[in-house]
Every structure is written in C-alpha cells, then in structure tokens.
C-alpha cells in the first residue's frame, strides 16, 4: 500500500531526494526506508542510497506490512508516534519494579527499542485507543498538548440505571488516598480539577450507553465521575459493589484527534466498540 507520492524537483541521489523529503529523519531512518524495500521510483523498487533520480520522478512510500505484538494492536505508526489498541486487562505501563506485563514494555520488546515513550495512559481494565511517542520532539509536543488539553478524546461507557439527562457536564476537584482510590472534594486547594462531558447514545431497561469528552485527563475520572452521578460504570469494581452481566469494566477509548506534533496534521484514530458491549445489547436501543 502507498503511504504518499512525491514528485522530484532536480536530479539527485535517492538519499538526498528523501533528506529533502523528510528534514526531521535521521540518515538511519532514510536508510532503513531503502533498505526495507519501501522506496520506489516510478513504480521500480530503490534500494541502492547513491542511485542517481531526475527530476520529476515520482517517489512512492510504501506501507510496512507487519503484524501486531501479541497483546495490542497497532493502529498507526511512523518514526515519531506509535498509536495502538490496547486491550481490556493489559497494564499501559510497568507498576514500578513490577515485572507485570504491560503495553509499554510489549512494544519496547517488539520493536527491539527503547525509544518508544508514554505520553498518556489509559486504566488496566479500560481498553481502547493509546498513543506513544518514538522521540524526544514528540515527547515534548505531545505533553504540551496534553497540558493544554488540545487533544480530543471520547471513550464509549456503559453505566448502571438510566442517566436522566440527555448530556451535559461533570466537573470536580479529584484527590488519591494511600489506598490509590480517586474521589472528589469540594475544595479546589485539595484536589485537581477534572472536567467531563457526557451525551446518551442509548437507554435500556437497566443501562445507560454513553459517550464521554474529557476535557482534562485525571486518574479514574470517568469512573468518578460517573460514580458520583448515581450510575457507576458497569463491572468497576473499585468503585460500583453491584454485579455485572459481563466480566470486564464497560469503558473504552474509542477515538483520539490531535494534530501531529513534527508535521502539524490533523490525525483522528478510533478502536471498534468491544464484542464484550455489544453482548449487553444496549446498542440496539433508541433514544427514546
């Protein structure tokens, strides 16, 4: 598959066609498109770095087909950002000295790297869109959009009871105990602030399916959040006693839109809704 074509403007090597490309790449990374078999010249394969391209060829990047690391799914990746699935009951990161196994250390083991950074995390038990970043550009670009919360992010949850409103908004000041549970104070000065949009999708007899913005991106601030509204996610354990239909927690991040941190494109990821959900059958109702 052709990831993008570009067209020469003078005669040079194939190296110095791509340097032009691709400023931000190191001459490894130019390298290691030619030698994986990605670059092609008018539809002929480029592997030689000195070969000699007139002006106005055309220049082909080809897609690496690869399979995923067992555990998550790569949704995307390019030499500064690496966007995956992850799975319901997979850790984003290692719990200090813990040798858990985690999305983070899968991908570092996978890519034979240690370059691939955190940039945010999403709960062990909720599953959904991740990103990461692959160097320290992307690190610091993404942790400033973070911090300035100019990423859109949604996640698909299934709450217990029927949400009386249509949508609307959360908003607490959110603080941890010892025993790492989060909830929410009414002083500013002792907790942070946590904002959360919320819109019903769906309504059943017992559930409620809704979508949910975050506006800040606080530990455990959806479950909170919806813990205090009356309708607990469905199977959070940590913060809901009642039983559930399902093994796992209802909440998945399912879509994630930001602008690239190196090219300054909008880019817009999502992970399917989990079969899990889709047993509950809360999908199939009307907003009535």
Request: proline share 3%; charged share 30%; hydrophobic share 35%.
């Amino acid at each position: 598959m052709i990831l993008k074509n570009y067209k020469t403007s003078e005669n040079s090597t194939i190296f110095e066609a791509l340097k032009k490309i691709f400023p931000d790449s190191s001459n490894t990374t130019i390298r290691n498109l030619l030698k994986k078999r990605r670059i092609y010249v008018d539809n002929v394969l480029i592997v030689n770095a000195k070969e000699i391209i007139e002006k106005d060829k055309t220049i082909s990047i080809h897609e690496i087909i690869k399979k995923s690391p067992s555990g998550v799914k790569i949704i995307f990746e390019d030499e500064h950002i690496l966007v995956i699935n992850k799975p319901e009951g997979l850790l984003s990161v290692p719990l200090d000295e813990e040798k858990t196994e985690n999305a983070l250390s899968i991908l570092r083991k996978y890519f034979s790297t240690k370059n691939i950074f955190v940039v945010h995390r999403i709960d062990k038990k909720t599953s959904g869109v991740m990103m990461f970043a692959k160097n320290q550009k992307a690190i610091d670009k993404l942790n400033l959009m973070f911090k300035n919360h100019e990423l859109k992010r949604a996640y698909l949850a299934i709450v217990e009871g029927n949400l009386k409103e249509n949508e609307g908004v959360w908003k607490s000041y959110l603080t941890e105990n010892k025993e790492y549970n989060v909830r929410s104070v009414e002083n500013e000065e002792e907790g942070k602030i946590a904002i959360t949009h919320f819109s019903v999708i769906r309504r059943s007899k017992h559930f409620t399916y809704l979508k949910l913005n975050l506006e800040t991106g606080r530990k455990h601030q959806i479950r909170v959040h919806c813990k205090d509204s009356g309708h607990p996610i469905l199977g959070d354990k940590r913060y809901s006693p009642s039983s559930s239909p399902i093994s796992r927690m209802c909440l998945h991040s399912y879509f994630l839109e930001f602008l690239h941190p190196i090219t300054g494109k909008k880019m817009s990821f999502s992970a399917p809704i989990p079969q899990s959900f889709k047993k509950l059958g809360v999908i199939k109702f009307s907003n009535e």
